[in-house]
Structure formats: C-alpha cells, structure tokens
C-alpha cells in the first residue's frame, strides 16, 4: 500500500516535473523569440539609423555643394554688376564724346560758312570791270581827234551834251592813262590769279578743335576724304583730311604734326 502511494506520488511528481520542464522551455523559447525579434528589430532600427545617416550626410553634401553654387553665383552676380555699371559708363561717356563732337562740327561749319563770303571774290576782281567801263566810255572821243571841228559836236552831242571841251582837251591823255590802268588792273588781276593758283596756302589755323581752312576746293579738284600735307621745302611738317569743302576752300582735320615744328597761317599745303 505505502508502495503504492509511492509510485502514485512518484508519477505525480514526474508529470509535475515534466510540466514545469515544458513549461519553462515554453517560455525560454517564448523569450528566446521576443530576444531574436528585438535584435532584428535592433538590427532594422540600427540600419535603419545608419541609412539615414548616409541620407544625411548625402543631404548635407549637396547643401554644401548648392552653398558653394550659390556664392558662386553671387560672384558672378556681382562682376556682371561691375561690368554692367562699367558698360553704362562708357554708353555715357560715348554719348557725351558724341554730343561734343557734334557741336565741335556745328561750331566748324558756323565758323566756315562765316569765312565763306571773304574768300569768294577778291576786292581787285570786282573793281577791274568798272574800270573797263569807264575806258569803253573815254576812247570814244579819242576817235575823233583828227575832225575836232565839225565831226566832233556830231557823233558826242548826246552823250557829252554840257561840257563837250573837257571831253575833246584830255581825251589824247585819258586813254593812254586809261589804257594803263586796265592794262596794270588787268595785269595784277592776272598775277594776283596766277599767284593763288599756284600757291596753296593754309588760311586759319583752328588749335581748339584741331583743324585748318586752306585755299582750295572743288574748283581745284579737291574732293572729300583727300588728304594733304603741309610742307616746308620738301619736309612734311604736318598731315590733315579734308572734312568739308567748298568751291574755293576747304576744311581738314589735322591727323599728324610734327611738335618741334607745328603748321602756321600761311605754310604751304600739298595735295597727295
């Protein structure tokens, strides 16, 4: 009976043990699960974090990256600024250059039409055709020197109806002085005329705006855009343009002179 029991209390405590064993493996494994769960969860967050991370710095790189574009660009902001500014400027002075040198030309031709009028016709061209009237008038009676008495009243009366002795008394006189002085007039006319052309001359010298008037012009086959020296003997002193012209004198911009010997009124001016 007590042997009974035994193997009865025995059997009970083995399917205790038993129970318990499985028990606690139960939980051990239930446990060992949740440990192997939240290291792979661990793992996850871990790689999760470290990717991240990279994501981060990758972030951070290409902030730097866009900071050192962006100054970058500011640099070039501010030299196309400068370049800008610089531009203006020079637009500013060049239409400043302009205004002035547009001036500097309306002044030129104020100044060249105002000269225009003395050099068209000297003073001994416009007194010579008077004098030749006057001489077509006095041998008139020269004519009738040898018929002083009757042919005389005849052929004058009209012309010379008051006074018809003084018109008979110098006429063997009048036309041999006459005759000189058309002669002289037209002889100093003529040189005078050679005389200008044949010496080209510079007439103003202008220092301000940088520019001369010479004695020549269309009439002496000068056209725009020539260019003539100014000559000493045979040494250039100067070269200049011609910028405007008229019949008998132009105007031309001086483009070289020689500082030891500048041009003057009067120099000797060569067409080339």
């Known amino acids: 009976m007590f042997l009974r029991f035994a193997?009865?209390?025995g059997f009970v405590l083995s399917v205790g043990a038993a129970l318990g064993s499985f028990s606690i493996f139960s939980s051990y494994q239930t446990e060992r699960q949740l440990r192997l769960d939240s290291e792979s969860k661990l793992i996850q967050t871990q790689d999760s974090a470290s990717s991240s991370e990279e994501s981060s710095d990758q972030y951070r790189q290409k902030i730097s990256e866009l900071e050192f574009e962006v100054e970058k660009l500011k640099e070039e902001q501010q030299i196309l600024k400068g370049e800008v500014e610089a531009k203006s400027g020079l637009v500013e002075q060049l239409e400043s250059d302009l205004n002035q040198k547009k001036s500097e030309i309306q002044t030129l031709s104020k100044k060249i039409e105002g000269m225009k009028p003395q050099a068209v016709i000297p003073p001994a061209v416009s007194s010579a055709?008077?004098?030749?009237e006057s001489v077509s008038v006095v041998p008139e009676p020269a004519t009738p020197e040898p018929f002083v008495s009757e042919p005389a009243p005849v052929k004058f009366s009209p012309p010379v109806e008051a006074k018809p002795e003084p018109v008979v008394n110098p006429a063997p006189s009048s036309p041999s002085a006459s005759s000189q002085t058309v002669?002289?007039?037209s002889s100093a006319s003529a040189s005078s005329g050679n005389e200008t052309a044949g010496d080209t001359r510079i007439l103003t010298v202008n220092r301000k705006?940088?520019?001369i008037v010479i004695n020549i012009g269309l009439k002496d086959g000068l056209r725009m855009g020539d260019k003539v020296e100014v000559v000493q003997g045979e040494t250039q002193k100067a070269l200049a343009q011609v910028e405007k012209i008229y019949?008998?004198?132009s105007a031309?911009?001086?483009l070289s002179e020689d500082k030891g010997n500048p041009v003057h009124e009067g120099d000797t001016i060569r067409k080339l």
């Open 7 to 9: 193997v009865l209390v």
């Open 129 to 132: 055709p008077i004098r030749e």
């Open 183 to 185: 002669s002289s007039t």
């Open 209 to 211: 705006f940088n520019f």
């Open 247 to 249: 019949d008998k004198f």
């Open 252 to 254: 031309a911009t001086l």
